[in-house]
């Protein structure tokens, strides 16, 4: 089994279509066009199994998983800086403004070297597929040439990506070495690689999408952010910045700016359905309704969050608003490349921010109110479908329409960390237990649009 276009997988795994539920299938046919996406999922008890079953056979057009192996959505990361990679799980032990400085600026200037580009956007992007990250929303740096081999990677190593050159111009933050010259090479080189992502060649699927991205508030002028507003206004150009992400860079724009990221951002014309908000931990309730009104969505990124935020996005408020939200690794300010560590996070922080840190208060009294946990459903809704969402894109599960982006969980992998049990491990038992376990060495194979990829 290889690649899936034009043929039938029977496979039994999980989804979840809607946060209301997870659907386990047995057994099913998943029937994948000539397009890389899913022309119909047929169970046992639907009409037509079992000669559509026979017919996919009879044609030479049928694969099986294994026993022992699963199948679930591709996981969907909403904040990747890509030129971190290299710093991943370093300098954590600084606060944001700090590590930006320190740490990033400099690391991020190293891609005006195509060579030393070449090696960490390689490196990352056959990692984050072996990690089951079949979708990526990318930072790249402020340089054109090495945004566009990022581009190239991902379509050549058959990655769903989003990319954006970094906007960056404001002296007052950003180092002399690293930075735009100017407001207009800022929007030029933003187009320069909206361009080339449109008119690559291997690009005709339109596996590979531009992002305006303007780092975040501090990092840019006023000029850059109306130019980058106007640029997204009436288009369906995907928009990606960093909200309300810790007190400095939060007290930053309210000085600047008077009112909070959410209300400036809109203010630029930044915030439309396409538009994915980084961290957004300090949101007010109205920030949150001008969010939801916009259609954007949030990226939260709970292992970050712990680093830079010093505060827990209040998530499940966020959900029941009715905001759409997925997950993010934030790599390298979140110390993990996948995200099942998303996941995990997701939950624990959860219920740090439902039941409260403080032993020394009484149970019950300890949280920040009752009610903010999620689960481990939530969570993979989140990574998969919801991030779909977010991108306003149709990957996240396997209903029809959707591009067959799908990871294979070897259960059994010897060298994995997922360990069964006769009669225990069952229905949601079974998914709980992938999202809590699940390692590289789980992950078996990896489709993007029906294309294995790993
Ligand atoms: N986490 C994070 N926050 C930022 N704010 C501005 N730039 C960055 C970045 O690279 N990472």
Same mark, same amino acid.
């Given at each position: 089994?290889?690649?899936?276009?034009?043929?039938?997988?029977?496979?039994?795994?999980?989804?979840?279509?809607?946060?209301?539920?997870?659907?386990?299938?047995?057994?099913?046919?998943?029937?994948?066009?000539?397009?890389?996406?899913?022309?119909?999922?047929?169970?046992?008890?639907?009409?037509?199994? @079992? =000669? &559509? &079953?026979?017919?996919?056979?009879?044609?030479?057009?049928?694969?099986?998983?294994?026993?022992?192996?699963?199948?679930?959505?591709?996981?969907?990361?909403?904040?990747?800086?890509?030129?971190?990679?290299?710093?991943?799980?370093?300098?954590?032990?600084?606060?944001?403004?700090?590590?930006?400085?320190?740490?990033?600026?400099?690391? =991020?200037?190293?891609?005006?070297?195509?060579?030393?580009?070449?090696?960490?956007?390689?490196?990352?992007? $056959?990692? @984050?597929?072996?990690?089951?990250?079949?979708?990526? @929303?990318?930072?790249?740096?402020?340089?054109?040439?090495?945004?566009?081999?990022?581009?190239?990677?991902?379509?050549?190593?058959?990655?769903?990506?989003?990319?954006?050159?970094?906007?960056?111009?404001?002296?007052?933050?950003?180092?002399?070495?690293?930075?735009?010259?100017? *407001?207009?090479?800022?929007?030029?080189?933003? $187009?320069?690689?909206?361009?080339? !992502?449109?008119?690559?060649?291997?690009?005709?699927?339109?596996? #590979?999408?531009? #992002?305006?991205? *303007?780092?975040?508030?501090?990092?840019?002028?006023?000029?850059?952010?109306?130019?980058?507003?106007?640029?997204?206004?009436?288009?369906?150009?995907?928009?990606?910045?960093?909200?309300?992400?810790?007190?400095?860079?939060?007290?930053? #724009?309210?000085?600047?700016?008077?009112?909070?990221?959410? =209300?400036? @951002? %809109?203010?630029?014309?930044?915030?439309?359905?396409?538009?994915?908000?980084?961290?957004?931990?300090?949101?007010?309730?109205?920030?949150?309704?001008?969010?939801?009104?916009?259609?954007?969505?949030?990226?939260?990124?709970?292992?970050?969050?712990?680093?830079?935020?010093?505060?827990?996005?209040?998530?499940?408020?966020?959900?029941?608003?009715?905001?759409?939200?997925?997950?993010?690794?934030?790599?390298?300010?979140?110390?993990?490349?996948?995200?099942?560590?998303?996941?995990?996070?997701?939950?624990?922080?959860?219920?740090?921010?439902?039941?409260?840190?403080?032993?020394?208060?009484?149970?019950?009294?300890?949280?920040?109110?009752?009610?903010?946990? !999620? +689960?481990?459903? +939530?969570?993979?809704?989140?990574?998969?479908?919801?991030?779909?969402?977010?991108?306003?894109?149709?990957?996240?599960?396997?209903?029809?329409?959707?591009?067959? %982006?799908?990871?294979?969980?070897?259960? =059994?992998? *010897?060298?994995?960390?997922?360990?069964?049990?006769?009669?225990?491990?069952?229905?949601?038992?079974?998914?709980? /237990?992938? #999202?809590?376990?699940?390692?590289?060495?789980?992950?078996? /194979?990896?489709?993007?649009?029906? &294309?294995?990829?790993?």
């Amino acid at each position: 089994m290889s690649g899936l276009r034009d043929r039938t997988l029977l496979a039994s795994g999980f989804h979840m279509p809607e946060r209301t539920g997870v659907e386990e299938f047995r057994d099913a046919l998943i029937r994948i066009g000539a397009d890389g996406r899913i022309a119909a999922l047929t169970r046992p008890e639907d009409d037509g199994y @079992l =000669e &559509r &079953r026979r017919a996919a056979d009879e044609a030479g057009r049928l694969d099986r998983l294994p026993a022992g192996v699963l199948l679930l959505p591709g996981m969907i990361d909403l904040h990747v800086h890509a030129p971190q990679y290299p710093q991943l799980g370093q300098a954590l032990d600084v606060p944001l403004e700090t590590w930006l400085t320190r740490y990033t600026f400099p690391l =991020e200037s190293r891609y005006a070297d195509l060579a030393f580009a070449r090696r960490g956007y390689g490196l990352l992007v $056959e990692d @984050l597929l072996a990690n089951g990250t079949t979708t990526a @929303l990318y930072y790249a740096t402020i340089h054109q040439p090495a945004s566009r081999l990022l581009a190239d990677i991902c379509l050549e190593r058959g990655q769903r990506a989003l990319i954006g050159k970094v906007a960056m111009d404001h002296p007052g933050l950003c180092p002399e070495t690293y930075r735009d010259a100017s *407001p207009d090479a800022a929007l030029r080189g933003t $187009e320069d690689l909206i361009g080339y !992502i449109r008119a690559h060649p291997d690009n005709a699927e339109r596996l #590979v999408h531009p #992002v305006i991205t *303007p780092r975040f508030i501090p990092a840019c002028t006023d000029e850059t952010l109306a130019a980058l507003g106007s640029l997204a206004h009436g288009s369906d150009l995907h928009v990606q910045t960093h909200c309300s992400e810790s007190d400095w860079e939060h007290a930053h #724009v309210l000085a600047r700016h008077g009112v909070t990221d959410t =209300e400036s @951002l %809109d203010r630029f014309g930044l915030l439309g359905r396409r538009s994915v908000l980084a961290h957004s931990v300090f949101l007010t309730a109205a920030d949150m309704d001008t969010i939801r009104a916009r259609h954007a969505a949030v990226a939260h990124c709970p292992l970050s969050n712990a680093y830079f935020a010093d505060a827990v996005f209040p998530l499940r408020a966020a959900l029941e608003k009715g905001l759409h939200v997925g997950l993010g690794t934030d790599i390298s300010g979140g110390p993990g490349a996948s995200l099942f560590e998303a996941m995990r996070g997701a939950v624990m922080v959860s219920r740090m921010i439902d039941s409260g840190t403080d032993p020394d208060l009484p149970a019950g009294t300890r949280g920040r109110r009752n009610g903010m946990r !999620i +689960d481990f459903r +939530d969570a993979f809704y989140l990574a998969t479908t919801g991030g779909g969402i977010a991108l306003d894109l149709p990957v996240g599960n396997f209903t029809a329409g959707q591009h067959f %982006d799908a990871l294979a969980i070897d259960t =059994e992998a *010897p060298a994995g960390a997922i360990r069964l049990w006769d009669g225990l491990d069952q229905g949601e038992d079974l998914l709980q /237990k992938i #999202v809590y376990t699940a390692s590289k060495a789980n992950i078996a /194979k990896v489709w993007v649009g029906g &294309r294995q990829v790993v």
